[in-house]
């Protein structure tokens, strides 16, 4: 259902329900292989790189900062030992996302 509402425009900039919600989604995902499976099949891997890629550098207020801690968190519960998140991953351009951020 998270997912679902990510999606929606509505919600486009709530910094708040967007950082908790990836809050709750990296807390639900790590270490838990069916909801990684789950989450890839969902297509939160894509949705994690269009926020990175949206929130990543285009802004150093508190929100935005907040929310890419959350993604970053979201980020590394989905590919932490899982081969195929991490191939997706770099299918989807996550490298060059991700290198633009550092």
């Known amino acids: 259902m998270i ?9 486009e900039n709530d910094f708040e329900f967007k950082t908790e919600s990836f809050l709750v989604l990296g807390s639900s ?5 069916k909801a990684q499976v789950f989450a890839l099949q969902s297509e939160l891997l ?7 890629s949206k929130y990543g550098l285009s802004s150093t207020s508190n929100d935005s900062q907040d929310l890419l801690s ?13 081969p195929y998140a991490q191939s997706e991953f770099l299918k989807l351009g996550g490298s060059d996302i991700f290198s633009g951020l550092i």
């Open 3 to 11: 997912l679902k509402e990510l999606n929606k425009t509505e919600y």
């Open 70 to 82: 959350k993604l970053l968190f979201a980020l590394s519960g989905l590919l932490r030992n899982f």
């Open 29 to 33: 995902i790590q270490g838990n292989t």
């Open 46 to 52: 894509s949705n994690i790189l269009k926020h990175l």
